[in-house]
């Protein structure tokens, strides 16, 4: 059974940058899809960002496009959240899930989730 790892996450200045890694382990992503959830303290968790691991398609939450990019690397076997530019509001646990058949933004198609990392921004 395929497990996710993430690593990456931190406390960065509002402006900075960081990259997050959900790594597999015990199997690899196949034809599915990866996504990147996050969850901010007394809210639900909410899309981010997703990839077709086959392909390459992607998908992007209105409220990252144009700071963030979803990028996957065969070799690694790791999908990669490189988040440019981050706010206050990016502050949450960031969650990596996979085997969703596309880049969908809904969390019940991915069947395996990751424990997560926290990024902090402060203003």
């Known amino acids: 059974q395929v497990q996710l790892v993430e690593s990456g996450g931190g406390l960065v200045q509002a402006g900075g940058s960081l990259r997050l890694s959900c790594a597999a382990s015990?199997?690899?992503?196949?034809?599915?899809?990866v996504g990147w959830f996050r969850q901010a303290p007394g809210k639900e968790r909410e899309f981010v960002a997703a990839?077709?691991?086959?392909?390459?398609?992607?998908n992007y939450a209105d409220s990252v496009k144009g700071r963030f990019t979803i990028s996957r690397d065969n070799v690694k076997n790791a999908v990669f959240l490189q988040m440019n530019s981050l706010k206050y509001e990016d502050t949450a646990v960031y969650y990596c899930?996979?085997?969703?058949?596309?880049?969908?933004?809904?969390?019940?198609?991915?069947?395996?989730w990751g424990q997560g990392t926290q990024v902090t921004v402060s203003s």
């Open positions: 990839i077709r691991w086959s392909v390459g398609s992607t």
């Open positions: 015990g199997g690899t992503f196949s034809d599915y899809a």
């Open positions: 899930a996979a085997g969703a058949p596309l880049a969908t933004m809904r969390q019940g198609a991915y069947r395996t």
